[in-house]
């Protein structure tokens, strides 16, 4: 299953629209809460100038960028943890992304209902957060009761001392993150399910231990420019998390230029000082933080984006294009698209070496251009 970014936030801070914009949807955008009820699932492409440049180079007809998943999930209220709001149902969601986006309000609006009727976005936030730790913390409660039960089980069937040691080293974890949970020491807990995870000692899918980024929603007017940066409500938010982990956006214009074609959305934003659409930070922000990068196959017919997690092998990559090229995999001629960009033939970089031949052991690079030879 590919995987997932999930859109999470409070009722009415632009969830919807931004996911409509991300993904050219139409999923509806009201102002009221939980307009949206199913988590609605659709696919962005992925920017890469990189994919443009070797359609020129190549010549290729058609151009196939790399794409990755996004949800729109309803938005959650205190008490979430307990139902409220349909709060199990929403969790289970968040539940079955990789990556959570919160999406915080940072535009005053008065025809747009808040639902704490003030905006502060750090507050919305922990209120989220206080409603994640919640839920895991009542998970981990009911799996801790069982540990003793586990134990006696394997050991009464004779179970190996790596599946006695695994249920222990698990039971180890679980103690250590109730009292973080308990604190609200989320930083912690992303910290400690990450080397959980490195060391591929066995838990329960924590929501509070996702992964995250922050997209701060902004008005028209402070989107302009860099006038966000004299927006208090960013401000407070870049304070809580850090500037390299907010990315300003505003949903009303993405939402705006996602109807236009590229020449008149691009004269748009020079209109507005806008030098990036704030949609291709949050896309290309979020394929870097699930671990993602792209490689490529060129040539006259098509210049094609592929999306693999980091650490790939050349064969894995292969089957990522079709089953039976991973099947058959014989080698791949390798050669990075930075490379080809200085060059400008293949030719040349045969000449210089820079073209080269791998076998099954090769670690695929972010912008490596793959020529696989299998036989089936």
Same mark, same amino acid.
């Given at each position: 299953?590919?995987?997932?970014?999930?859109?999470?936030?409070?009722?009415?801070?632009?969830?919807?629209?931004?996911?409509?914009?991300?993904?050219?949807?139409?999923?509806?955008?009201?102002?009221?809460?939980?307009? /949206?009820?199913?988590?609605? /699932?659709?696919?962005?492409?992925?920017?890469?100038?990189?994919?443009?440049?070797?359609?020129?180079?190549?010549?290729?007809?058609?151009?196939?960028?790399?794409?990755?998943?996004?949800?729109?999930?309803?938005?959650?209220?205190?008490?979430?943890?307990?139902?409220?709001?349909?709060?199990?149902?929403? +969790?289970?969601?968040?539940?079955?992304?990789?990556?959570?986006?919160?999406?915080?309000?940072?535009?005053?609006?008065?025809?747009?209902?808040?639902?704490?009727?003030?905006?502060?976005?750090?507050?919305?936030?922990?209120?989220?957060?206080?409603?994640?730790?919640?839920?895991?913390?009542?998970?981990?409660?009911?799996?801790?009761?069982?540990?003793?039960?586990?134990?006696?089980?394997?050991?009464?069937?004779?179970?190996?001392?790596?599946?006695?040691?695994?249920?222990?080293?698990?039971?180890?974890?679980?103690?250590?993150?109730?009292?973080?949970?308990?604190?609200?020491?989320?930083?912690?807990?992303?910290?400690?399910?990450?080397?959980?995870?490195?060391?591929?000692?066995?838990?329960?899918?924590?929501?509070?231990?996702?992964?995250?980024?922050?997209?701060?929603?902004?008005?028209?007017?402070?989107?302009?420019? /860099?006038?966000?940066?004299?927006?208090?409500?960013?401000?407070?938010?870049?304070?809580?998390?850090?500037?390299?982990?907010?990315?300003?956006?505003?949903?009303?214009?993405?939402?705006?230029?996602?109807?236009?074609?590229?020449?008149?959305?691009?004269?748009?934003?020079?209109?507005?000082?806008?030098?990036?659409?704030?949609?291709?930070?949050?896309?290309?922000? /979020?394929?870097?933080?699930?671990?993602?990068?792209?490689?490529?196959?060129?040539?006259?017919?098509?210049?094609?984006?592929?999306?693999?997690?980091?650490?790939? +092998?050349?064969?894995?990559?292969?089957?990522?294009?079709?089953?039976?090229?991973?099947?058959?995999?014989?080698?791949?001629?390798?050669?990075?698209?930075?490379?080809?960009?200085?060059?400008?033939?293949?030719?040349?970089?045969?000449?210089?070496?820079?073209?080269?031949?791998?076998?099954?052991?090769?670690?695929?690079?972010?912008?490596?251009?793959?020529?696989?030879?299998?036989?089936?």
């Amino acid at each position: 299953m590919a995987l997932q970014a999930g859109l999470v936030g409070l009722p009415n801070v632009g969830k919807s629209t931004l996911f409509n914009a991300l993904t050219k949807s139409s999923v509806p955008a009201e102002n009221f809460p939980f307009c /949206t009820l199913d988590p609605s /699932t659709a696919m962005a492409k992925v920017p890469d100038e990189r994919l443009d440049r070797l359609m020129v180079v190549y010549g290729s007809q058609k151009l196939i960028p790399a794409t990755m998943n996004f949800v729109d999930i309803a938005g959650l209220v205190k008490g979430a943890s307990k139902g409220e709001g349909l709060g199990n149902q929403f +969790l289970s969601h968040i539940m079955e992304v990789d990556l959570v986006i919160h999406v915080l309000r940072c535009f005053e609006d008065g025809n747009v209902l808040h639902v704490h009727n003030a905006v502060d976005p750090v507050n919305d936030f922990e209120n989220i957060l206080t409603e994640l730790m919640l839920k895991d913390l009542e998970s981990l409660e009911k799996r801790n009761e069982r540990f003793v039960t586990l134990l006696k089980a394997a050991k009464n069937k004779q179970a190996s001392v790596f599946e006695i040691k695994k249920i222990e080293k698990e039971q180890e974890l679980v103690g250590q993150l109730i009292p973080l949970l308990e604190k609200g020491d989320h930083q912690a807990i992303i910290k400690l399910v990450a080397q959980a995870k490195k060391e591929d000692t066995p838990l329960i899918p924590l929501l509070s231990g996702k992964p995250f980024l922050v997209v701060a929603n902004l008005s028209e007017e402070d989107f302009s420019g /860099t006038n966000y940066k004299q927006n208090k409500h960013y401000q407070a938010v870049v304070a809580r998390f850090g500037e390299e982990n907010v990315v300003p956006v505003s949903a009303k214009i993405e939402s705006e230029l996602a109807h236009m074609d590229e020449a008149d959305a691009k004269e748009f934003m020079q209109d507005l000082g806008i030098e990036q659409s704030g949609l291709d930070s949050v896309i290309k922000t /979020t394929y870097q933080r699930l671990g993602l990068i792209s490689f490529y196959t060129c040539g006259p017919k098509e210049a094609h984006a592929w999306t693999i997690t980091q650490g790939t +092998l050349v064969p894995q990559a292969a089957g990522v294009i079709h089953s039976d090229l991973e099947r058959g995999f014989i080698a791949a001629e390798v050669y990075n698209c930075e490379d080809i960009f200085a060059q400008g033939s293949e030719a040349k970089l045969r000449t210089l070496g820079l073209l080269r031949t791998e076998g099954k052991t090769y670690v695929v690079k972010n912008g490596d251009i793959l020529n696989i030879k299998f036989n089936v």
